[in-house]
């Protein structure tokens, strides 16, 4: 049985978005930059030719990995109870160690950006929040060691 990615709609969308633009927009300006490249003379001492390459090996995985996570995504439903943590949830927690409440976006692997503080329910963080309600307080197994928040509230 395939693998299977949680998605949101939203996700879902910008994952077949950026697939396309891999396949049709990059994959050609690194065409076009491999034929420059080849125009410059030997081959095997052009360092020019060596990284477009590299850049479109680099292109064509992740063309590869998007198009076989769109292939196996699974959609979640949008769920408008919020009585507790699923994903699509927003959910602010405080952080008794840092003394700050942080608010964080619940969603499916191929969809996080911990810059974003965007989490996948697979990470520390997602795990610990999934299926808890607004005022648990739940431990995060985290590799530096364990942490608790308190689940302020959830959106």
């Known amino acids: 049985m ?3 990615f949680p998605m949101t709609q939203e996700g879902y969308e910008k994952a077949k978005e950026k697939l ?4 049709m927009v990059k994959r050609a300006e690194i065409v076009e930059r491999i034929a420059e490249a080849r125009s410059h003379g030997d081959l095997s001492e052009n360092a020019e030719y060596e990284a477009v390459r ?10 590869a990995d998007l198009e076989y996570k769109v292939k196996n995504a699974v959609i979640i439903e949008e769920i408008a109870d919020n009585s507790s943590v699923h994903i699509g949830s927003k959910v602010t927690v405080y952080d008794d160690d840092l003394e700050e409440e942080v608010t964080y976006s619940i969603v499916g692997t191929t ?4 810059i974003e503080n965007i989490i996948s329910n697979e990470s520390p963080i997602g795990k610990a929040l999934l299926t808890h309600k607004e005022g648990d307080v739940v431990t995060v197994k985290a590799p530096g060691g364990d942490y608790t928040l308190k689940i302020v509230k959830i959106d």
């Open 111 to 114: 969809e996080a950006n911990a």
């Open 54 to 63: 590299s850049e479109q090996s680099s292109n064509e995985a992740e063309i």
């Open 2 to 4: 395939a693998d299977q």
């Open 20 to 23: 396309r633009y891999l396949q």
